[in-house]
């Protein structure tokens, strides 16, 4: 006689069936009552505000683009001269050149 080595074994069986009437049984929660949980008190979060508020103002230095130096095409960032690549009449660093 074939034996079918797919299907499950007869104790397999009674333990998944068991364990889905567990499952139906067992306490459900009321959906109103998590919703109330989740909207619930919201007060404590208010003192968190996650960071300090600071008015100073950033003062940056721009260095202007040096002679050797040209901005790559695909991102944007500047290199040195010996990095070019030109495709298509476009500036490409040789990383992006790939």
């Given at each position: 006689?074939?034996?079918?080595?797919d299907?499950?074994?007869?104790?397999v069986?009674?333990?998944?069936?068991e364990?889905?009437e567990?499952?139906k049984s067992a306490n459900?929660?009321?959906?109103?009552?998590v919703v109330?949980e989740?909207?619930g008190?919201?007060s404590?979060?208010e003192g968190?505000?996650g960071?300090?508020i600071?008015?100073?103002?950033?003062t940056?230095?721009?260095?202007?683009q040096?002679?050797?130096e040209?901005?790559?095409?695909?991102?944007?960032?500047v290199?040195?001269?010996?990095q070019?690549?030109?495709l298509?009449?476009?500036?490409?660093?040789?990383d992006c050149e790939?």
């Amino acid at each position: 006689m074939a034996t079918d080595y797919d299907e499950l074994r007869t104790d397999v069986k009674e333990s998944q069936h068991e364990s889905l009437e567990a499952a139906k049984s067992a306490n459900k929660p009321d959906p109103r009552s998590v919703v109330l949980e989740l909207d619930g008190d919201d007060s404590a979060e208010e003192g968190l505000s996650g960071g300090e508020i600071v008015n100073d103002e950033l003062t940056v230095m721009v260095i202007p683009q040096g002679a050797d130096e040209f901005v790559c095409q695909s991102c944007f960032l500047v290199h040195h001269r010996s990095q070019t690549v030109v495709l298509g009449g476009v500036e490409y660093c040789r990383d992006c050149e790939g």
